[in-house]
């Protein structure tokens, strides 16, 4: 390979790495700290949006209750942009994980529901995890 032929082949080379690197997207951030509130009786407005609320609904024929887990209280809803969101909530039945629903930025909201047998359950604990600012949790003493 002449002297010219090699610098073109360099140069084209170089060019098409820059391109590459251009049209990689950036990956998510994802804050994973355990979030405590200030003070756990007064919730400052960005604590009440992270925070997720337990709602316990109807209970089915087949003993399941219904658990609805909000992300945002006291009116405050959680964004979901495709640069801050909710990610995942997790539900726990004392110790124990019943589920985990893992959302997408922009197209989903902080929002889940499960069926759970609460028969022998003394707590449920929901864990909501926001991208830019960690994981926040609250508990429902049954």
Same mark, same amino acid.
């Given at each position: 390979m002449n002297r010219r032929d090699m610098i073109k082949a360099i140069g084209a080379t170089v060019v098409l790495g820059a391109v590459s690197v251009q049209?990689? #997207?950036? #990956?998510?951030?994802?804050?994973?700290?355990?979030?405590?509130? #200030?003070n756990p009786n007064k919730l400052t407005k960005d604590e009440l949006k992270h925070t997720p609320l337990i709602t316990l609904k109807e209970k089915d024929e087949k003993g399941y209750t219904a658990v609805e887990i909000t992300v945002g209280q006291g009116g405050i809803i959680h964004p979901s942009t495709k640069d801050h969101w909710i990610d995942f909530i997790e539900l726990y039945a004392d110790s124990t994980l019943v589920g985990k629903n893992v959302l997408e930025g922009e197209i989903s909201r902080g929002l889940t529901l499960f069926g759970v047998k609460l028969e022998g359950v003394k707590k449920l604990t929901a864990k909501a995890g926001c991208n830019l600012h960690g994981i926040w949790s609250s508990e429902l003493t049954l």
């Open positions: 049209a990689k #997207e950036e #990956e998510p951030y994802f804050n994973r700290y355990e979030m405590k509130p #200030e």
